[in-house]
Each structure stands twice: as C-alpha cells, then as structure tokens.
C-alpha cells in the first residue's frame, strides 16, 4: 500500500489525469438511469454553482427578452406611423370636400413632390401637370386659403410659384374697407401691402384677394393684417400680412382650373407693355 | 484558500459570460470559448496538476447544466488542462504568441473530444473542420487578454 501512495505522490500529475480521465470515462458510459442519480447528487453538491448558472441563464432570457420587445417596438411604431398617415390623409380628404363645397370653382388636388433645396422656398413643385389639365397662372391655394400660383406646367409636374416670390405682385382687398392694394414681397419672406391710408385698417383684419389682375378670383383668403407702419410716401402706409397657409409646411394643394381671366386679351396687353 | 477561491470566481464568471455576452457575440453560430480561456490561464499559471483537477471539475459542472452526456466536458477539459500543463510558466514559460498558439491547439483537442464523445458518426475531418474557426475566435479573443497580462503585468514577462 505504500508502493502505492509513493507512487501517487512521485506521479501526481499522471495518477491525477489517470484518476479524472477514469471518472469521466465512468461517466460517459454510465446508463441513463445512472447519470440521472448522480447529476441528482452532483447538482445538491453545487447547488451554489446552480444558482450561480440559473441567474446568468436569467440574464440570458433578459437579453432574448429584449430583443423581442424591441421588434416589438419596431412593429408598433411602423403601425402607428401608417395609422398616422391614414389619419392625415382621411384628414386632408375631408379639408379637400368641405373646400369643394364651399369655393364655387373646379378643383384639382395635387400632391406637393419637392420643394426648392433652400431655407426658405418660393417654389414648390406638384405631381399634377399638362396631361391632367394644369394650365401656366393657375391659381393654387388649400383650405387655409392662397398658396401661389403656376408658373411652369410640364406634362407630368407643375412648379408652384408661392406668393412671398419677390417677383410675385398680387392684388389684394382690405375685406372689411374694401380697400385695394399691391401684395408683394421684398426679401421673399415676409409679406407687405401698401395701401392708400385708411384709419379703419387695424391688425387681424382681414386681407382676400381682389380679383383684378386676371390670376387669382376675388374673395380666396390670404391672411391677416399683423402690423401697420408709415411708408415713404405718405399717402399710403405698410402693412404686413401673415399668411393663412403655412407655406413651409405644404403636402397637399389644390389647383383652381380656372383659365387665366385675361387670355383672350393676351396679344393687346402684350402689345400695350411692349 | 484565497488563491482557490478567486479561480472559483474567475470560473464562475467565464461561465456567467459564456451563456449571457459570448452567445451574443457569436459569428455564424460559432463562439469563443471563455471558460477554456480561463482553464488555459491557469494550466499556464501552476502546471498540469492544477489543470486537470480544475478542467475536471470545471467540465464536471457544464456537463451538470448542459444537459448533454455527463463527463463528456469533464474528459475534454481533464485532457485540456493536463497538456496545457506541460507548457506551464515554471517550465518552459512560454511567451504570448506562443501561448496563443498553444491555446488554439488546446481548443481544438477540446472540441475534437466533445465531438467524438458527444456526436455519432462524425469524422475526424468533419470535427477538425468544425473546430477551426471556433479555436481561432477563441485564440483570438484570449490574444487581447494574453498581450494585455505580458505588457501591463511585469512580472508575466519571461
């Protein structure tokens, strides 16, 4: 028996593989009901490492867990991000009826596809153009009130000319004085009228297309007086209009296919500002 | 007995990170093997005895939660453990690139027994084969740990 233990202790590291490839042979061959017993054992032994392995095991099902909610969240938000858009089309559909019904004009909708690549854009184009009647000075407008007016028609698409383009003059009527004047912008963001002095002009009032030019109808909305101040000349007097519309925020608009008012008068005015 | 109580910790947590970050980090369904890392840091560390009991145990308790056949992780590890030993820092002290390929060899002996033992009617060519990439994103991942300990630690370097 001393052999033995001297022989163990001169070989420690060979008696010992010798020892654990033995076992584990042992219990690799072991039966089924074998291995059950002494996992059973086994697992009473090292419960802590069980606790141990069952907490990170839990952590596992935490990632997988997260992992799943957060398609989840995926899922959801496309949803409610279509749901949205459900929404405001149904919105914009019904803004498009009541704005039928209450402009006595034909209406087109038009669905705006690009706006000029700039901070503050005087143009916008739409997916409406020749071939669904579009015609060049078509006035645009939504059920805020006026937008612009059409400048370029291609066969497919039209470009929208807002009315702060600096090129733009829109004749405009003080609805409450009945006072007509010159709407226009100088620096293409901020709209002005000047308009013969009149005391009953006050801010919030009312400013409505006149008619006159030929372009736009009389009567379409277009905004409200903000601020009152002395022009240069002193018959007449500056004032500011806010838009109804939000001009930098257009999706839909709608063109009144209304043929230019003047067209058949084209070649004398020509003639005239020749 | 603190010496033996902070490899417990230190296997504990190879076999924490094993199910939880290593199983996110897997390629193709091929992951590291961090427990195999740490049995390989201390085979290198105190020899071939302390190896083959610690790869036994170790193997011991993943065959108790895995499931699979009991001593299966226990005999590769065992085996593992005891050549690993051989190339110990008291007797041939090797240096990190050596160690690294030390390792691969080392990871590739492990899955080879895993295989054999565990998969019916497998090849040799067909466990090589399956072995490689695993044992290289093992040796991989140990490189960054081993150049850490050999340029941080002094008293790693030969």
């Known amino acids: 028996m001393h052999w033995l233990i001297a022989f163990i202790l001169s070989h420690k590291s060979g008696s010992s593989l010798f020892v654990t490839v033995l076992i584990s042979l042992m219990l690799i061959n072991s039966g089924r009901t074998e291995q059950k017993r002494i996992t059973g054992i086994l697992t009473t032994i090292f419960f802590p490492v069980e606790m141990v392995v069952n907490n990170s095991n839990k952590i596992r099902n935490l990632f997988e867990e997260n992992q799943k909610l957060n398609q989840k969240i995926s899922v959801l938000q496309v ?47 739409i997916n409406k153009g020749r071939s669904d009647g579009v015609k060049q000075n078509m006035p ?134 020749e | 007995m603190r010496r033996f109580i902070t490899w417990i910790v230190y296997f504990s947590i190879a076999m924490v990170l094993q199910s939880t970050i290593i199983s996110q980090i897997s390629i193709h369904g091929i992951h590291p093997n961090a427990v195999l890392i740490v049995l390989f840091i201390l085979s290198i560390e105190y020899g071939k005895c302390a190896g083959i009991w610690s790869g036994f145990f170790v193997g011991l308790i993943i065959d108790l939660y895995s499931g699979g056949i009991l001593g299966v992780q226990a005999l590769a590890n065992t085996v593992v453990g005891g050549f690993v030993g051989l190339f110990s820092r008291r007797r041939l002290n090797p240096g990190p690139v050596f160690q690294i390929l030390i390792l691969f060899i080392a990871s590739i002996i492990h899955n080879f027994i895993y295989y054999l033992v565990e998969t019916e009617g497998i090849t040799s060519f067909e466990i090589i084969y399956t072995s490689i990439p695993s044992a290289l994103y093992t040796a991989i991942l140990s490189a960054i740990l081993l150049f ?11």
Request: charged share 20%; hydrophobic share 35%.
């Open chain 2, 148 to 158: 850490a300990g050999h340029y941080f630690i002094p008293s790693r370097r030969r």
């Open chain 1, 140 to 273: 645009v407008i939504n059920f805020e009130g006026v937008i612009g007016k059409v400048s370029m028609v291609l066969s497919n698409c039209s470009r929208v000319q807002l009315i702060r383009m600096p090129d733009e003059k829109l004749s405009v009527l003080h609805e409450r004085s009945g006072s007509v004047g010159i709407l226009k912008s100088n620096d293409g963001k901020n709209l002005t009228v000047n308009m013969i002095t009149q005391k009953n002009i006050f801010p919030g009032d009312t400013i409505v297309t006149s008619g006159l030019g030929g372009v736009y109808p009389p009567q379409l909305p277009l905004g409200t007086v903000s601020d009152i101040s002395e022009a240069q000349n002193p018959l007449y007097k500056n004032i500011s209009v806010s838009s109804f519309a939000d001009l930098n925020n257009l999706r839909f608009v709608n063109i009144i296919t209304l043929e230019n008012k003047w067209t058949s008068y084209k070649t004398e005015l020509d003639f005239l500002d």
């Open chain 1, 79 to 125: 949803e409610n991000a279509s749901l949205q858009n459900a929404l405001v089309m149904d919105s914009l559909k019904t803004d498009f009826r009541e704005l039928s019904e209450e402009i006595p004009y034909n209406l087109l909708q038009a669905e705006v596809i690009s706006y000029e690549p700039v901070p503050i854009h005087r143009t916008i184009t």
